[in-house]
């Protein structure tokens, strides 16, 4: 089933539930002034509060411009009321759009699939590259310095969140949330056993290896 990412800067993002729709499953996040907090996998929606509490909204669209994570997210500004002069600021910002709020999940729903069903939907960058390392989401496929590193899914979801994160010390319990592994529980050692693989993969590869442990805390992939 695919997924439809929709985040909200607002606390309405942490209350809503999933919803399914014609085989596509929309999920819902809180998005915050560091953009997602897990892998955006599939079309990205955001909708971006004109007043925020960390920032304005304003900048919080400059900012998902500038994330590669988010780049080709599809932007709605939040406006508290209509203002044509807030409007053209919305959109030189980088919004694709606006409403007026406050937003109702029935609000953010009906947005979402009438502008899909004009085609209107976009989807997340297709290659992401952080030095020596090529990350291609289409084909499932990561390099190193142009050579083949062979993962299981698992480890290449895992090599992509760390590669979006990096010089970032990530808890066992940040990763398997970045990697949306809540559902069952899982148990934060088996974060270790993906490490490992992944350690040896990219060694395999010729790229030695990046992921340092931080005694009692976590992982950190070094960008050299």
Same mark, same amino acid.
């Given at each position: 089933?695919?997924?439809?990412?929709?985040?909200?800067?607002?606390?309405?993002?942490?209350?809503?539930?999933?919803?399914?729709?014609?085989?596509?499953?929309?999920?819902?996040?809180?998005?915050?002034?560091?953009?997602?907090?897990?892998?955006?996998?599939?079309?990205?929606?955001?909708?971006?509060?004109?007043?925020?509490?960390?920032?304005?909204?304003?900048?919080?669209?400059? =900012?998902? !411009? #500038?994330?590669?994570?988010? /780049?080709?997210?599809? @932007?709605?500004?939040? +406006?508290?009321?209509?203002?044509?002069? $807030? =409007?053209? !600021? #919305?959109?030189?910002?980088? /919004?694709?759009?606006? @409403?007026?709020?406050? +937003?109702?999940?029935?609000?953010?729903? $009906? =947005?979402?699939? #009438?502008?899909?069903?004009?085609?209107?939907?976009?989807?997340?960058?297709?290659?992401?590259?952080?030095?020596?390392?090529?990350?291609?989401? #289409?084909?499932?496929?990561?390099?190193?310095?142009?050579?083949?590193?062979?993962?299981?899914?698992?480890?290449?979801?895992?090599?992509?969140?760390?590669?979006?994160?990096?010089?970032?010390?990530?808890?066992?319990?940040?990763?398997?949330?970045?990697?949306?592994?809540?559902?069952?529980?899982?148990?934060?050692?088996?974060?270790?056993?993906?490490?490992?693989?992944?350690?040896?993969?990219?060694?395999?590869?010729?790229?030695?290896?990046?992921?340092?442990?931080?005694?009692?805390?976590?992982?950190?992939?070094?960008?050299?």
């Amino acid at each position: 089933m695919d997924v439809v990412n929709i985040f909200v800067t607002g606390e309405l993002g942490e209350s809503l539930e999933d919803f399914v729709h014609d085989q596509r499953r929309f999920t819902f996040d809180r998005l915050g002034p560091e953009g997602p907090r897990r892998l955006v996998e599939g079309p990205m929606w955001a909708f971006v509060d004109w007043v925020m509490d960390e920032l304005a909204g304003l900048e919080m669209c400059r =900012r998902l !411009r #500038a994330d590669p994570r988010t /780049a080709e997210a599809h @932007v709605t500004m939040v +406006l508290e009321e209509d203002d044509p002069d $807030d =409007r053209r !600021r #919305a959109l030189r910002a980088g /919004a694709d759009d606006y @409403v007026i709020g406050p +937003l109702t999940r029935t609000a953010v729903l $009906d =947005r979402v699939l #009438a502008l899909q069903s004009r085609g209107m939907d976009r989807h997340a960058s297709q290659k992401f590259e952080l030095g020596a390392l090529t990350i291609d989401m #289409a084909a499932l496929q990561a390099r190193w310095a142009g050579e083949p590193i062979t993962l299981r899914p698992n480890e290449f979801r895992l090599l992509r969140f760390l590669a979006e994160n990096p010089n970032r010390v990530l808890t066992r319990e940040d990763l398997i949330n970045g990697l949306g592994k809540r559902e069952p529980p899982i148990d934060e050692r088996t974060v270790d056993v993906w490490i490992g693989r992944l350690r040896r993969a990219i060694k395999a590869a010729g790229g030695g290896n990046p992921l340092r442990t931080v005694r009692s805390l976590g992982y950190v992939f070094d960008l050299g």
